[in-house]
Structures are given as structure tokens and as C-alpha cells.
Nanobody, 123 residues
Framework: QVQLVESGGGLVQAGGSLRLSCAAS????????MGWFRQAPGQERALVARISWSADSTYYADSVKGRFTMSRDNAKNTVFLQMNSLKVEDTAVYYC????????????????WGQGTQVTVSS
């Protein structure tokens, strides 16, 4: 089991920044690919960013590329999502999730999920 707890969400004006954190406990954190997802009201949950075990590979959705940066600190069992130049359309509940390997991550088979943190961007 891996327990994931997100933090860092809140209300910010358009153009502002937020940094989300996701603290993991349980099984060896460094064995997992990690992803950040978001779900806006009335929309399906979508992958925002993904990072490999050693952080040598990252993926970003086109909608956030160049504005968001995902990182991880395996020593602290934590992943981060730095969100800059936020837009109103970034408003959503953000979730972190863990996948047991690249194959699972590419198939969207994330095994563990956090409870989510709300990000609201005002105009």
C-alpha cells in the first residue's frame, strides 16, 4: 500500500503561481512512476504531468507545457507540481497518483491515489 496526501492547493489570481506537494508513505516510493491529474467540474479526470522513478523523464499535457514543472524528492517521499502563469481554465481538483512502472503509467493504470486538493484560479 502507498498512501498519498496532497497539499498546497488554494485560490490564486490568474497569472499567479502555486506549488502542490504530494507526500507518500508505505511501500518504497522510488519504485513508482508518479502522476498529477486534475478534474474540473463536469469533466473527466485528465493527466497533467508524469515523472519517472529517477526523475530523468517527464511528460506534460500540452495545456500545461512550459507553465508547470513536476519534480520529485525520493529521499523525502514527495512529488511536487510547480504551477506558474496559472489560467482560469486550470481550476480543478488536483490528484497525485502512483503507478508501479512505465508500462502501467503509459496505460493509465495508477494504483494509488490521493484525496485531491482544490486549485481555484480567479480572473
Amino acid at each position: 500500500q502507498v498512501q498519498l496526501v496532497e497539499s498546497g492547493g488554494g485560490l490564486v489570481q490568474a497569472g499567479g503561481s502555486l506549488r502542490l506537494s504530494c507526500a507518500a508513505s508505505g511501500r518504497t516510493f522510488s519504485n513508482y512512476y508518479m502522476g498529477w491529474f486534475r478534474q474540473a467540474p463536469g469533466q473527466e479526470r485528465a493527466l497533467v504531468a508524469r515523472i519517472s522513478w529517477s526523475a530523468d523523464s517527464t511528460y506534460y499535457a500540452d495545456s500545461v507545457k512550459g507553465r508547470f514543472t513536476m519534480s520529485r524528492d525520493n529521499a523525502k517521499n514527495t512529488v511536487f507540481l510547480q504551477m506558474n502563469s496559472l489560467k482560469v481554465e486550470d481550476t480543478a481538483v488536483y490528484y497525485c497518483a502512483a503507478a508501479p512502472g512505465i508500462a502501467a503509467a503509459l496505460r493509465g493504470r495508477y494504483t494509488y491515489w490521493g484525496q485531491g486538493t482544490q486549485v481555484t484560479v480567479s480572473s
